[in-house]
């Protein structure tokens, strides 16, 4: 059977899978990281997204063979050892972006990469198009955009704390 | 999915080597669409050949009066690059419109191309940039290359290796896009080129296509006006449970008229 070599959330693992195996697979049946989620499986629905090398993929559209040498990010991979969450999480938690909770992995995979390519800062507008591989059915949206909105502030140093949702 | 053997060859002759061995092998490069169709076991490949280890399929470079972009140059490589945005403007923003964001991390113009679905956004571009499409064995006119729903030139083994796009005086693109899927519902791409005015018209009909009475009129009057009465005849059309083939039909003049007022 065919290995794979890949570094997850800064650990190096070797792994047999299959040639079908698909990277969120892999991910979540052999590496039990079962916070990425499975949710269309036909690359819409972005329940899915991680990084690889610094993009974020749909990891249901990727063969775990397709990344051999990758590093790879997961939603387990962004808060620090002691707990404390990546400003991204945080602005999720502070501004109530989330409902049922089953996209939000995607939503914050997806809303790192988005500001990370645009240190220049984005508009509400921007931020909703920048979504458009992630669906959520249950909040409308408009919490998730404030969150991402106010965790860019912090995610480029132009605030040292999260502003609060009662701001 | 059914299960296949994995092959990541480092040279384009290694790949056509596998593929020329192995009728049921397939390419793989983005896998944005492949690994779709294979999920719905569409399609039983007996061998994927990952194309991602070969460094000469890569890059996108100016030769003179043209651009050269290498088949797995990725969609949002394409959309981010300073020296397309220079060139062909219109190419580089068709790129940033296909798919999304984490699509465009992983999507290929090879792979586009190659698979030629109708709802594509490249194969427009291809198409009225008058592009030459190299393979590994020839060079294809673009006029020669889209044969129909999902069928190029290409023979079996036969591998996509660049794209040459002539750079254009002008060149715009326009479409509507299904509001679920986002897929193209009709889309034109116009373009003033050497070999005169071309408009490429995509997701309306099986393959892209050529509007001849578009670009004759565009020929004699270069602007939105020009084609704003020209109707599009809905006989070969798609109509499906998105659009029928009439609406469709009334799209490909709306948007023919948008990318010519987004041409400029």
Same mark, same amino acid.
């Given at each position: 059977?065919?290995?794979?070599?890949?570094?997850?959330?800064?650990?190096?693992?070797?792994?047999?899978?299959?040639?079908?195996?698909? *990277?969120?697979?892999?991910?979540?049946?052999? *590496?039990?990281?079962?916070?990425?989620?499975?949710?269309?499986?036909?690359?819409?629905?972005?329940?899915?997204?991680?990084?690889?090398?610094?993009?974020?993929?749909?990891?249901?559209?990727? !063969?775990? %063979?397709?990344?051999?040498?990758?590093?790879?990010?997961?939603?387990? &991979?962004?808060?620090?050892?002691?707990?404390?969450?990546?400003?991204?999480?945080?602005?999720?938690?502070?501004?109530?972006? !989330?409902?049922?909770?089953?996209?939000?992995?995607?939503?914050?995979?997806?809303?790192?990469?988005?500001?990370?390519?645009?240190?220049?800062?984005?508009?509400?507008?921007?931020?909703?198009?920048?979504?458009?591989?992630?669906?959520?059915?249950?909040?409308?949206?408009?919490?998730?955009?404030?969150?991402?909105? /106010?965790?860019?502030?912090?995610?480029?140093?132009?605030?040292?704390?999260?502003?609060?949702?009662?701001? | 999915?059914?299960?296949?053997?994995?092959?990541?060859?480092?040279?384009?002759?290694?790949?056509?080597?596998? %593929?020329?061995?192995? +009728?049921?092998?397939?390419?793989?490069? &983005?896998?944005?669409?492949? !690994?779709? /169709?294979?999920?719905?076991? *569409?399609?039983?490949?007996?061998?994927?050949?990952?194309?991602?280890?070969?460094?000469?399929?890569?890059?996108?470079?100016?030769?003179?009066?043209?651009?050269?972009?290498?088949?797995?140059?990725?969609?949002?490589?394409?959309?981010?690059?300073?020296?397309?945005?220079?060139?062909?403007?219109?190419?580089?923003?068709?790129?940033?419109?296909?798919?999304?964001?984490?699509?465009?991390?992983?999507?290929?113009?090879?792979?586009?191309?190659?698979?030629?679905? +109708?709802?594509?956004?490249?194969?427009?571009?291809? %198409?009225?940039?008058?592009?030459?499409?190299?393979?590994?064995?020839?060079?294809?006119?673009?006029?020669?290359?889209?044969?129909?729903?999902?069928?190029?030139?290409?023979?079996? &083994?036969?591998?996509?290796?660049?794209?040459?796009?002539?750079?254009?005086?002008?060149?715009?693109?326009?479409?509507?896009?299904?509001?679920?899927?986002?897929?193209?519902?009709?889309?034109?791409?116009?373009?003033?080129?050497?070999?005169?005015?071309?408009?490429?018209?995509?997701?309306?009909?099986?393959?892209?296509?050529?509007?001849?009475?578009?670009?004759?009129? !565009?020929?004699?009057?270069?602007?939105?006006?020009?084609?704003?009465?020209?109707?599009?005849?809905?006989?070969?059309?798609?109509?499906?449970?998105?659009?029928?083939?009439?609406?469709?039909?009334?799209?490909?003049?709306?948007? /023919?008229?948008?990318?010519?007022?987004?041409?400029?």
């Amino acid at each position: 059977m065919p290995q794979v070599t890949l570094t997850v959330n800064g650990k190096t693992s070797t792994v047999e899978v299959e040639g079908r195996t698909l *990277l969120v697979e892999l991910l979540r049946e052999k *590496l039990r990281l079962t916070g990425t989620h499975v949710g269309c499986d036909t690359s819409q629905c972005g329940a899915c997204v991680v990084h690889v090398n610094g993009d974020s993929v749909k990891s249901c559209t990727m !063969l775990a %063979l397709q990344a051999e040498g990758a590093e790879v990010t997961t939603i387990e &991979g962004l808060a620090k050892p002691d707990g404390t969450l990546h400003p991204m999480q945080e602005a999720f938690r502070e501004y109530h972006a !989330l409902q049922c909770g089953f996209c939000t992995p995607g939503m914050v995979m997806s809303a790192i990469d988005l500001v990370q390519k645009h240190p220049q800062g984005l508009s509400e507008k921007e931020i909703r198009e920048g979504l458009e591989g992630n669906l959520c059915r249950c909040t409308g949206y408009h919490n998730i955009v404030k969150a991402i909105a /106010a965790a860019q502030e912090v995610m480029h140093g132009r605030r040292s704390e999260l502003a609060s949702a009662a701001e | 999915m059914y299960d296949f053997a994995y092959h990541k060859p480092a040279s384009v002759a290694d790949a056509v080597k596998l %593929l020329s061995a192995d +009728p049921d092998a397939r390419p793989i490069s &983005g896998g944005q669409t492949l !690994l779709p /169709a294979l999920k719905h076991r *569409l399609n039983k490949p007996s061998a994927i050949i990952d194309l991602s280890g070969i460094a000469e399929l890569r890059g996108i470079r100016r030769e003179g009066d043209k651009l050269v972009i290498g088949a797995l140059t990725k969609h949002v490589e394409v959309a981010d690059s300073a020296e397309v945005k220079s060139a062909i403007p219109a190419l580089a923003q068709l790129a940033g419109t296909i798919g999304d964001t984490q699509v465009r991390n992983r999507g290929t113009m090879g792979g586009s191309v190659s698979n030629n679905d +109708p709802a594509a956004d490249y194969p427009a571009a291809v %198409l009225a940039l008058d592009a030459t499409i190299v393979t590994d064995k020839r060079r294809i006119a673009a006029d020669e290359f889209f044969l129909g729903m999902f069928t190029t030139a290409l023979e079996p &083994g036969e591998l996509l290796v660049a794209i040459e796009f002539p750079i254009p005086e002008k060149a715009g693109y326009a479409k509507m896009k299904n509001p679920a899927s986002r897929y193209v519902m009709a889309g034109a791409f116009v373009a003033k080129t050497k070999s005169g005015v071309r408009v490429a018209i995509n997701g309306a009909g099986p393959c892209v296509f050529r509007q001849t009475e578009m670009e004759q009129a !565009l020929t004699a009057n270069w602007s939105p006006d020009a084609v704003a009465s020209i109707k599009q005849p809905a006989d070969d059309l798609n109509s499906d449970i998105h659009g029928s083939a009439e609406y469709r039909a009334h799209l490909v003049t709306v948007m /023919a008229k948008r990318a010519v007022a987004a041409a400029g």
